[in-house]
């Protein structure tokens, strides 16, 4: 069954709809580009059509883009020589795109040939908007939720259909370069204000604006066909282009630190390409990303950014229960993550309970949220309406008894046991016997924590990242007694309130501190050696981590990290193996020094908080020594410092999918998103280097980077991660 059908009007406009079978939004497929090539032809041929109109049969939209799990298996299915394979088949893809755009004309006096407009109803995206570029106008539907643009960037790769070149002549580098190499997305009016689009009609009116414009006979040659055409702030070449392209290469190098093949091989696609005529200049694009596709940081991406996130997102690891949509949730604690717990409920339309001990922390608990949407509103996101419905849903509280009718509880009280267990019985005794109870911690065991509880079956980890608002990951903790109904009831939670869960077994720091404490102590490590400390940040940014081991210190607050050490020192007794750390983070607190809460850290900080650079002071304490190590070696000590922790967690099943541990990396604590996470960043180095590496590490720096059993298993095989664990089968 095609996704492509035509029909023809008495008029003799030829609408074409676009309808992919089984989709709630139109995605291109490659027989997808057959079809509608066959029925543009069909068209043009066709005495009878004076015109064409392509739209959409989904209600709402156009289109969400390519499929991307076609992508990414488009170097695997290209053949002995993938490369020539890739460039072949983008060749195609681009001869549709050419053949809607010159639509018949004679190529060498661009006399004849038929209209061809796009009327997009709603989103479009990718190759969504990439043949509404190639038809002659595009008309859009003035509807404020659609989002038009092309967001490739954001998921390893750029727009390679013609997107790149047609939008860099329609508007010029520089006015192209936020949609380009930013992913911005925007909505039709101001797409029309950008220039991404040429009209907005109401959404009953698009299709006979559509068809109006086709047999209004107009001049249908884009600019960059007809001769003497000049590019919009000038070609490489030119004075003013030639500013736009040494610009637009700082910017890319400095935001990505030369770390995102996408973005370097966008900018040289467009830049070259703005070099030579249209046909060549789609060549040089297909080119570049060939060269995207062929690179493992591309297929990496994708899989973890896109594949593997929408799948824990529809729920890929729950277990096999009726649904659990959470109607009424309390949440125990106003403050900052309380906050932002009861924030993100409420504008999932959830009615939320926020109890704190007295009513002046409440009430400022939920002026969290009406301070999220005054900036909404002033920002034209919100409105007063929306705002009042949001604050409407938050009951702020002292009396445990309004939990009554609540199917889940998120208990977010000061970080103690005690604490936590007294609060536990006290709302078990109130709820019924069916509430979920959750608490939301990021150290303390949930097992432990269990015991506290009357129905233990029911009682889970829910660890939110904070700020709550803007953090997409929740890790939900099983602790040994919890049921399938407590975890189906979290994920279910997660989805509503629209972030993206993995789910792990309970042990120590759970599955992210565990990795990102290890990062941070291998740089507080570092200092007290005598490396320099610009080195050990620099290194970190150079291989793609958002903030060196420092700097986030200074972030999540240096008290903290003592707090965390002094109770992982009692539990692990003689087995603690941080003491060079300490020595350092203790002297840092007991100088008053707690990071930017106190404007003062391993950086320094001006009166309004901005930070001025490393710490001076830091190299009295540690001199820095005079033989610097190799700018590889502090890398590969930061990434397998954390590497390494994600191989123990998947070996001792506190993992149970490597999915989760992927997409966990990237959106928890921002583990190298160009490496697709720490599994696939092993795959793309290989098994047995790794394994070779660590050896050597082990045998520099000391034990914890030994090498575990199973990355020895499969480097003595040759076999990687996601041939072994891909489809989420956990580490025997």
Request: aromatic fraction near 8%; charge should be negative.
């Amino acid at each position: 069954m095609t996704d492509f059908t035509m029909a023809t009007d008495a008029d003799g406009v030829a609408v074409i709809t676009w309808d992919t079978v089984g989709k709630s939004m139109n995605v291109m497929n490659q027989q997808g580009f057959v079809d509608l090539n066959a029925l543009v032809n069909e068209a043009l041929v066709d005495d009878a059509v004076k015109g064409i109109v392509i739209t959409s049969g989904k209600e709402g939209s156009f289109a969400g883009g390519m499929d991307l799990n076609i992508i990414a298996k488009m170097k695997e299915s290209a053949g002995e020589n993938p490369a020539a394979g890739l460039m072949d088949g983008l060749m195609q893809c681009h001869g549709v795109l050419r053949n809607i755009e010159r639509a018949g004309m004679d190529p060498k006096t661009n006399k004849g040939g038929k209209p061809i407009a796009a009327a997009l109803p709603g989103t479009a995206l990718g190759i969504g908007y990439e043949i509404p570029l190639s038809c002659h106008r595009i008309f859009a539907a003035d509807n404020p939720k659609a989002k038009i643009g092309l967001p490739e960037i954001m998921v390893g790769i750029f727009p390679g259909m013609g997107g790149t070149t047609r939008l860099v002549r329609k508007m010029g580098a520089m006015a192209a370069s936020p949609f380009l190499l930013e992913g911005k997305l925007s909505d039709p009016k101001k797409a029309k204000a950008a220039g991404l689009i040429d009209e907005v009609v109401p959404a009953d009116e698009l299709l006979s604006a559509a068809k109006a414009w086709v047999l209004s006979e107009p001049t249908i040659v884009k600019p960059w066909d007809e001769k003497g055409y000049k590019m919009p702030g000038g070609a490489p070449y030119h004075p003013a282009g030639f500013m736009t392209y040494v610009g637009a290469s700082a910017m890319i190098n400095g935001r990505t630190k030369g770390v995102y093949p996408a973005a370097k091989a966008l900018l040289s696609a467009a830049y070259e390409g703005a070099l030579v005529p249209f046909d060549t200049a789609i060549k040089i694009e297909a080119r570049w990303f060939t060269h995207v596709l062929m690179n493992p940081s591309s297929e990496a991406m994708i899989r973890s950014l896109f594949i593997n996130k929408e799948a824990l997102e529809k729920g890929a690891n729950r277990p096999d229960v009726d649904d659990q949509k959470v109607k009424k949730v309390g949440v125990l604690g106003a403050g900052m993550m309380g906050a932002g717990i009861s924030l993100v409920s409420a504008l999932a339309g959830i009615e939320v309970v926020l109890i704190d001990r007295d009513q002046d922390a409440a009430d400022k608990g939920k002026s969290y949220t009406a301070d999220y949407m005054d900036k909404g509103i002033k920002r034209k996101k919100a409105t007063e309406e929306k705002k009042e419905a949001v604050l409407g849903l938050i009951n702020a509280t002292t009396d445990l008894e309004a939990l009554k009718g609540c199917d889940l509880i998120v208990e977010a009280v000061f970080e103690d046991v005690g604490v936590k267990a007294d609060m536990t019985k006290k709302v078990e005794a109130i709820v019924g016997e069916d509430c979920i109870f959750a608490t939301n911690t990021s150290t303390l065991p949930i097992t432990e924590l269990a015991k506290a509880s009357v129905r233990p079956e029911q009682f889970i980890g829910i660890h939110f990242f904070s700020p709550v608002d803007k953090m997409m990951l929740v890790e939900i903790i099983k602790g040994k007694e919890t049921g399938d109904r407590a975890v189906a009831k979290s994920l279910d939670f997660v989805r509503q309130i629209r972030k993206t869960p993995i789910v792990v077994n309970d042990e120590r720091f759970f599955y992210a501190n565990r990795c990102i404490i290890p990062y941070i102590n291998e740089g507080i490590r570092m200092v007290k050696e005598g490396v320099e400390p610009a080195l050990i940040e620099n290194a970190a940014k150079l291989v793609g981590m958002p903030l060196g081991p420092l700097q986030l210190t200074d972030e999540t607050s240096i008290d903290l990290g003592v707090k965390i050490a002094k109770a992982t020192k009692a539990a692990m007794s003689d087995d603690y193996p941080n003491e060079e750390v300490d020595q350092v983070l203790f002297w840092m607190f007991d100088e008053g020094r707690l990071g930017r809460k106190s404007n003062s850290g391993f950086y320094a900080y001006d009166e309004k908080g901005k930070r001025q650079g490393l710490w001076e002071g830091l190299a009295d304490q540690y001199p820095v020594a005079d033989e610097q190590p190799e700018l590889l070696e502090v890398q590969h000590r930061l990434l397998f410092a954390q590497v390494l922790e994600a191989v123990r967690a998947l070996e001792e099943n506190v993992l149970e999918d490597i999915r989760e541990g992927d997409v966990g990396a990237i959106l928890g604590w921002g583990f190298a998103p160009w490496s697709g996470g720490p599994f696939s960043w092993l795959d793309i180095i290989g098994a047995p280097y790794a394994a070779e590496r660590c050896d050597q590490l082990a045998a520099t720096h000391g034990e914890r980077f030994a090498t575990p059993n199973l990355l020895r298993e499969m480097a003595d095989k040759n076999v990687s991660f996601y041939s072994i664990y891909g489809a989420g089968k956990a580490a025997a």
